[in-house]
């Protein structure tokens, strides 16, 4: 019982003729079973709330860990990957470049190995061009001659067509036909030789499948451009006169 005009307590309602009765307030039970009281009750909302804060917040934190574990492996995978690609890359693109030194290096002797020539042979160079160009000796001393009138890349283009006839894998034609294309018939060349509209548009089609007789056209106009041009100079040449003399001078003494 209460006295009069003291306020109800807690669990108990005023009833309608401001008489006092004693009702259960339903409230949710403590952990001892009780009716929390007081702080008691605000302590356990206060943690009720901070365990709804954190509950979304800790899922959060879980999927932000998960991704970054996640990005962290596709970093680390795509990373991996990239670099392994570009090893490989780099592997290929070294090993490209060393073949073709290799190729460049076997395809332009600075000399061809060759007997020294006889008086009949040397003689013989002045009957035709043919002659001339058959002999290993003779392309030796008619390029020496070129390098003299800076077109030795008329020679060297006209080897290394020679040089690819002789081939047969496919793709040692594919990379020395490349070669020659890179080296005497592209405008970016040094060398590049001198070759018409017609002769350029016949081997940019030959490239889309090189073979042995990819630059026979250009071979030819080559060859006709030294035997029209180069071949009378050379004959006229000291380089050709001091051979021919000297040869002629060791035939008289034997």
């Given at each position: 019982m209460r006295m009069a005009g003291e306020p109800p307590s807690l669990g108990e309602e005023p009833t309608a003729n401001g008489c006092d009765q004693g009702k259960d307030f339903h409230l949710a039970p403590g952990t001892d079973g009780e009716i929390?009281?007081?702080?008691?009750?605000?302590?356990?909302r206060k943690r009720q709330m901070s365990v709804a804060q954190e509950t979304p917040s800790s899922t959060q934190a879980q999927h932000g860990i998960g991704n970054r574990a996640s990005n962290a492996c596709c970093f680390c995978w795509c990373c991996c990957c990239s670099c392994s690609c570009l090893t490989v890359r780099n592997q290929d693109e070294e090993r490209t470049r060393r073949t073709s030194h290799e190729l460049r290096a076997e395809s332009i002797p600075n000399c061809e190995e060759s007997p020294t020539p006889t008086l009949e042979e040397v003689n013989a160079w002045a009957q035709s061009?043919?002659?001339?160009?058959?002999?290993?000796?003779?392309?030796?001393?008619?390029?020496?001659?070129?390098?003299?009138?800076?077109?030795?890349?008329?020679?060297?283009?006209?080897?290394?067509?020679?040089?690819?006839?002789?081939?047969?894998?496919?793709?040692?034609?594919?990379?020395?036909?490349?070669?020659?294309?890179?080296?005497y018939i592209s405008i970016l060349s040094p060398k590049e030789v001198s070759l018409d509209s017609r002769v350029r548009e016949v081997i940019n089609r030959n490239m889309l499948e090189p073979s042995q007789h990819t630059f026979d056209d250009a071979q030819l106009q080559i060859y006709t451009l030294m035997h029209r041009d180069s071949y009378p100079r050379?004959?006229?040449?000291?380089?050709?006169k001091d051979l021919l003399q000297s040869l002629s001078e060791k035939s008289i003494k034997a």
């Open positions: 929390p009281m007081g702080s008691e009750r605000m302590e356990m061009f043919d002659k001339l160009m058959i002999t290993p000796a003779g392309r030796n001393a008619f390029r020496e001659f070129l390098r003299t009138e800076f077109s030795e890349e008329n020679m060297l283009f006209w080897m290394a067509c020679e040089e690819l006839k002789q081939e047969s894998n496919k793709s040692v034609i594919e990379e020395k036909a490349r070669l020659i294309y890179e080296d050379f004959m006229n040449s000291a380089i050709y």
